[in-house]
Structures are given as structure tokens and as C-alpha cells.
């Protein structure tokens, strides 16, 4: 599991726990760190689908 794979599994198990309607995720790491955003959308994604 990557380090975005784990950010998005963890937010949503704790979204989960709080009964949650909704929840909003940024791009993770795209600014500073330059991540690619096309990448980062593809994980985010298939994470969150998976």
C-alpha cells in the first residue's frame, strides 16, 4: 500500500466510525511536493472505489 493509498483508507475508515454523510479530499501532495495530479486523481480514485 503507498503512502496515498493509506492517507484515503484511513480517512475513510474514520468518516466510517463517525457515521459520516460526506466526505471531501484535496489532491494530496500535488503542490509543494509536485506530485503528479493526474496520478494522484487515478489513486484517490481507485482507492476510494476499492
Same mark, same amino acid.
Given at each position: ?18 457515521? %459520516?454523510?460526506? *466526505? @471531501? ?14 496520478? %494522484?486523481?487515478? *489513486? @484517490? ?6
Amino acid at each position: 500500500m503507498t503512502y496515498h493509498e493509506s492517507c484515503y483508507r484511513n480517512s475513510l475508515a474514520l468518516a466510517s466510525e463517525r457515521h %459520516a454523510r460526506s *466526505i @471531501a479530499f484535496p489532491n494530496i501532495t500535488t503542490g509543494i511536493y509536485r506530485f503528479p495530479k493526474p496520478l %494522484a486523481a487515478d *489513486i @484517490a480514485i481507485e482507492t476510494v472505489n476499492a
